[in-house]
């Protein structure tokens, strides 16, 4: 069996939980196939539970606990130079070490990498084949970020984008193959890096849609009341925090007028302060972590999607529909996800568009709605399939143009 460096910028389970789940899969995939060596980071005292069944899948790992405090502390050094914040913040000598260490020890021909941050521990000459995983872009983010905040964070997010992009752009130059989550993001990143356009490509998500199923019989985590609309994510990211603060001040009101019984949940783990705050206003719970998103999922009458900031494919969205819930998205969190709206779920290009599609749902709940999206994402988001265009790209010589998605 063939070894494999993968790095990732967290770890890589558990397989249901957030922003680890395309990594957790791509790790659970690679192993069936080569002995994976794993480096990756831990920035959550929670995850360090999961390490033996990680460990259980890999060869040789090496695990660096990440301090959140000290890398922002770290990460602003780079303001000096011009070197993207995102790599001082994951910068690391002991996992450095490690993987010259790993080298002089076993025949690793191969490299993925998850998160443009973690090329930086990768020396392209060493490997027959390296594959980097973006995602997203990036870079845009940070961009778009800047657009929305004022002076000087702007300056920083706009100095961030334009840093990121040029360490992008050479990553995509080094590697033989770029892959991200959407046609659209691969597209994107396509325009940006025109020189590197022959080796961009995408692989999209996939759902398990036996664990996100709702033939489970779970307890309903409500309290008794009215019907609840629920949003779930990671509530220390940004354009999550913007999502709930947007919809609690622009469209839940007017829903409450109509619905004064109806709750809002914010389901997610970490919650901002800003995220804290709003449960003080009328409807609005946070719960901040769960051990389990399914239930909040299977007793909402609707799943809400308000982002006004997204990249990529987002998997809150994808699970509640396998989950056969109603749900209303933004056009932002919309893009990427194989959908018909109007059939598969809601699209609402504005508040007042958010209002009338809540209200209308909560009058008469969609149920044929709930039965086509768990059929889209039966049809569109099988894991093994969709991974299979990493194995291609991991088998074929360079160069690797004819086996790279095509972006147009």
């Known amino acids: ?4 460096l993968y790095l990732a ?6 397989p249901n939980k957030g922003d ?3 990594s957790y899969h791509l790790l659970k995939h690679l192993a069936q196939r080569y002995q994976v060596h794993l480096g990756t980071f831990i920035d959550d005292p929670d995850d360090w539970q999961y390490v033996d069944a990680v460990k259980a899948l890999c060869g040789e790992t090496h695990f660096v606990r990440l301090n959140s405090r000290m890398a922002k502390v770290r990460s602003a050094t780079a303001l000096l130079g011009s070197r993207p914040l995102s790599l001082d913040y994951y910068r690391d000598t002991g996992l450095s070490r490690w993987v010259d260490r790993l080298h002089r020890k076993l025949p690793v021909s191969r490299v993925l990498v998850f998160s443009s941050a973690m090329a930086q521990f990768v020396r392209p000459e060493r490997y027959a084949r390296r594959v980097i995983d973006f995602v997203d872009v990036d870079s845009m983010k940070w961009t778009q970020y800047a657009a929305q905040k004022s002076w000087p964070m702007n300056r920083v997010y706009g100095r961030e984008g334009r840093q990121l992009l040029r360490y992008e752009r050479q990553v995509a130059r080094d590697f033989d193959a770029s892959l991200f989550v959407s046609p659209q ?6 325009s940006l890096a025109p020189d590197s356009a022959s080796k961009i490509g995408w692989f999209s998500n996939g759902v398990d849609s036996s664990y ?27 354009p999550n925090v913007d999502a709930v603060q947007w919809f609690a001040d ?11 019984a109806a709750r809002f949940y914010i389901v997610g783990s970490r919650p901002a302060r800003e995220v804290q705050a709003l449960a003080e206003r009328p409807g609005v719970h ?3 972590t769960v051990p389990d998103v399914r239930p909040y999922l299977a007793y909402a009458h609707l799943s809400v999607a308000p982002l006004r900031l997204a990249r990529g494919i987002q998997n809150k969205v994808l699970e509640a529909m396998a989950m056969g819930k109603p749900v209303i998205v933004s056009p932002q ?13 809601m699209l609402a290009a504005s508040p007042a568009e958010f209002i009338g599609r809540a209200c209308d749902a909560l009058d008469d709940p969609p149920a044929d709605m709930g039965r086509a999206a768990r059929a889209q994402v039966e049809a569109s988001y099988n894991w093994d399939v969709n991974m299979a265009r990493v194995d291609a790209l991991l088998d074929m010589p360079f160069p690797l143009s004819s086996m790279v998605a095509t972006c147009s």
């Open 1 to 4: 069996m063939e070894h494999l």
């Open 9 to 14: 910028h967290r770890i890589p389970y558990p």
């Open 20 to 22: 680890k789940i395309r």
């Open 185 to 190: 993001e691969a597209a994107l990143f396509a």
């Open 212 to 238: 996100f199923s709702p033939l489970h019989d779970f307890d309903n985590p409500y309290p008794e009341g009215g019907p609840v609309m629920v949003f779930s994510g990671a509530m220390d990211y940004w």
């Open 250 to 260: 622009e469209m839940l009101p007017a829903i409450l007028k109509q619905h004064p």
């Open 286 to 288: 946070v719960t901040g």
């Open 333 to 345: 969190a919309l893009e990427g996800i194989e959908a018909k709206p109007g059939r598969d779920l």
